[in-house]
């Protein structure tokens, strides 16, 4: 077994790292990875079922987990094929290990630090947005970007971020996510943006702002039936926490 004494260059050819989870976390375009504990990584129990995915996962693992270095005697090609697959399995690895309470705790951090961006939609006032699967199947669909406030999905605004698979974030995070803490759940914003010419409703837009607004009062009364707060002017991102004493009273 090797030494983790080896160097790994980063995609700008600048920076180096000793290790090869720095090395990938470090890349242009992995912005939106946390770094899984090499504990949960070497565990075979986590890696149930990920051998139809990817083959040879025991040398996989030593590569990630720097047990071992890619044989700079094989071929190019076969050492391009190592490394993309150490990649993929590292990335599956990761959805699994961000509904983990120590993944969860990790990915709170990355949410409070918008690394993932904020919603565009005007109403919802930059809340976070959090990543997440169409399926948990890799090579089906790229990640999407799911908003709190207005619960919608986004395509990731930079062209590296669109091309991720989604079954590395998984179908469940988001959910898990917020279950996990509640009070980042953001207040619900019910405004409505009417479209006007000279204050006066556009024709076209009548019907569909009627069923727009009417939605809105069906949504105000299922907030208030949950005891969900809502309001016009709320900023997006974090509600504040709720006094479960004082709720109780």
Same mark, same amino acid.
């Given at each position: 077994?090797?030494?983790?004494?080896?160097?790994?260059?980063?995609?700008?050819?600048?920076? &180096?790292? +000793? &290790?090869?989870?720095?090395?990938?976390?470090?890349?242009?375009?992995?912005?939106?990875?946390?770094?899984?504990?090499?504990? &949960?990584?070497?565990?075979?129990?986590?890696?149930?079922?990920?051998?139809?995915?990817?083959?040879?996962?025991?040398?996989?693992?030593?590569?990630?987990?720097?047990?071992?270095?890619?044989?700079?005697?094989?071929?190019?090609?076969?050492?391009?094929?190592? +490394?993309?697959?150490?990649?993929?399995?590292?990335?599956?690895?990761?959805?699994?290990?961000?509904?983990?309470?120590?993944?969860?705790?990790?990915?709170?951090?990355?949410?409070?630090?918008?690394?993932?961006?904020?919603?565009?939609?005007?109403?919802?006032?930059?809340?976070?947005?959090?990543?997440?699967?169409?399926?948990?199947?890799?090579?089906?669909?790229?990640?999407?970007?799911?908003?709190?406030?207005?619960?919608?999905?986004?395509?990731?605004?930079?062209?590296?971020?669109?091309?991720?698979?989604?079954?590395?974030?998984?179908?469940?995070?988001?959910?898990?996510?917020?279950?996990? &803490?509640?009070?980042?759940?953001?207040?619900?914003?019910?405004?409505?943006?009417?479209?006007?010419?000279?204050?006066?409703?556009?024709?076209?837009?009548?019907?569909?702002?009627?069923?727009?607004?009417?939605?809105?009062?069906?949504?105000?009364?299922?907030?208030?039936?949950?005891?969900?707060?809502?309001?016009?002017?709320?900023?997006?991102?974090?509600?504040?926490?709720?006094?479960?004493?004082?709720?109780?009273?």
């Amino acid at each position: 077994m090797t030494s983790r004494q080896s160097e790994y260059v980063s995609d700008s050819g600048s920076d &180096y790292t +000793e &290790y090869w989870v720095d090395w990938f976390l470090g890349s242009r375009g992995n912005e939106y990875f946390c770094d899984v504990d090499l504990e &949960y990584i070497t565990d075979r129990f986590n890696l149930t079922g990920l051998n139809q995915y990817v083959d040879r996962i025991g040398l996989l693992v030593d590569i990630i987990t720097d047990r071992t270095q890619i044989s700079e005697t094989q071929p190019e090609e076969a050492r391009a094929r190592l +490394e993309d697959n150490a990649k993929f399995l590292y990335a599956l690895i990761h959805a699994r290990y961000i509904i983990t309470s120590r993944g969860l705790s990790k990915m709170l951090e990355k949410y409070r630090n918008g690394d993932f961006g904020y919603c565009p939609r005007v109403n919802c006032k930059l809340t976070p947005l959090l990543p997440v699967g169409l399926s948990d199947k890799p090579r089906v669909a790229s990640v999407k970007l799911y908003c709190p406030n207005c619960e919608d999905l986004y395509n990731p605004k930079s062209s590296r971020h669109s091309s991720i698979d989604g079954a590395f974030f998984g179908t469940s995070f988001p959910a898990m996510f917020l279950q996990n &803490y509640p009070e980042l759940v953001p207040t619900h914003n019910v405004d409505v943006y009417i479209p006007k010419i000279f204050g006066f409703q556009l024709h076209t837009q009548a019907q569909l702002t009627r069923w727009r607004l009417l939605k809105r009062e069906q949504l105000l009364k299922r907030l208030e039936g949950l005891k969900i707060d809502y309001g016009k002017e709320v900023p997006g991102g974090f509600a504040e926490p709720v006094d479960e004493v004082a709720g109780a009273k």
